[in-house]
DNA sequence: GTCTATACGTTGATAGAC
DNA sequence: GTCTATCAACGTATAGAC
């Protein structure tokens, strides 16, 4: 379920030299930050290059190619991204659970907001990077935690609400303030989104999915 | 509101031929097809050219450059976006009025999922590119339309919620289903939305959302 | 209006001295 | 391990014949 990255000169049995350890970790946050911003063909190696500090020649010593730099920094993502969703269970109350899930997903999209952009411009542009990470496993995964939502509505605690779409609107509805950012500032006269915008736009969905689920507040 | 799109050869005053309307035409929409599938630095006039059946020269003479081009697409697509959102004003009632904006965004997902990828990706990448857009002009209507949310509070039609966050989940929602289609897709393992999914979505979304606020259905 | 040929910058990637 | 120099491929854009 996780992406295959291409390992390059750093041979299996040798462990990462400290020096390497800190280069790698350097070049990935300035792919991270120049992927978000600019996509993948936007991007030049020459940009992360000086973004990290740097000398250009440094990246292909440390990562096969561009591409391969490019599936290292998506794979970092996808670890975070699917291990706050295994949290919710069937025995879980549902008006907790999804509180939580949800404050989660927002805590997410403020400070990890390049990863969600990143995310957001693969999957737009066909997503053929990650073909691999959506395989069987992946949705068999998905039943799973789908099935969760269905557990809670045969034991009439929710809606009848097909699971799948409500998947669907957890993720749009909250990934949308990490993704269109931009808009929302320029639409609303800020210059960012502070800790307390986010906070009070959880509460906000949190209320609404609730309560349109049919969600009894826990007692 | 709008975008000032660069004129090149057309000079004012002589009516479009027939020749170039046919062109023209031709090009933005090869366009539209391949900055939604590769972003704008992804996209390269070649491909365009290729794709509009034209030699790559013709481009440049009918439009100034690429970003002309590209913001000749961009302008077009927003023409469509706003013009849904204005139907709605205090007097309606909720239920019918929100019901109905829902519909219309997502058949606007389902039949132009292009346009709406197109400006996720401005928007991801910064959407230096609508700085004009989102000017002065653009608030006040955007505050407009957040005005008629809180029209329907005061008169006690739906539940206090923060109209801005609420036209947020209404877009966040819907525009999920054109911009993340190949995950839905691959993550229910389908090969493309149908209508009907589309449709089921749709009335998912209403349900959940008037539910939410405190809507009452119509009688 | 159309299209071939080409100028010129930038990109990803590598060779090879250190 | 590091970094300068360099290459081939591709990008946008234009000149100029038709």
New interface residues.
């Given amino acids: 379920m996780s992406l295959e990255v291409p390992a390059h000169s750093n041979h299996a049995g040798k462990p990462a030299s400290r020096i390497r350890q800190k280069n790698e970790q350097a070049i990935l946050r300035a792919a991270e930050d120049e992927f978000?911003?600019?996509?993948?063909?936007?991007t030049s190696m020459n940009t992360i290059a000086a973004s990290a500090g740097l000398p250009k020649a440094n990246l292909h010593y440390y990562f096969t190619n561009k591409l391969g730099l490019y599936i290292a920094v998506l794979s970092n993502i996808l670890e975070l991204w699917d291990s706050t969703f295994n949290a919710l269970t069937a025995e879980d109350d549902p008006a907790v659970a999804l509180a939580r899930y949800i404050r989660t997903k927002m805590e997410f999209s403020r400070r990890q907001p390049q990863a969600s952009?990143i995310f957001?411009?693969e999957?737009?542009?066909?997503?053929e990077c990650?073909t691999e990470y959506?395989s069987q496993d992946?949705?068999a995964w998905?039943s799973g935690r789908a099935a969760v939502f269905q557990a809670w509505i045969d034991a009439g605690k929710m809606?009848p609400?097909?699971p799948?779409?409500?998947i669907?609107?957890l993720?749009?509805?909250t990934?949308?303030?990490a993704?269109?950012a931009?808009?929302?500032c320029?639409?609303?006269?800020r210059t960012r989104l502070t800790r307390q915008d986010m906070e009070?736009?959880g509460t906000?969905?949190i209320?609404?999915?609730?309560?349109?689920?049919?969600i009894k507040p826990a007692q």
Avoid at 207 to 214: M, Q
């Fill in positions: 978000a911003r600019h996509g993948y063909k936007g952009r957001a411009m999957i737009i542009s066909g997503g990650l959506f992946y949705r998905f809606d609400i097909d799948v779409h409500l669907f609107l993720w749009g509805s990934q949308h303030y993704d269109f931009t808009q929302i320029r639409v609303t006269g009070e736009a906000n969905l209320h609404i999915i609730l309560k349109g689920c049919g």
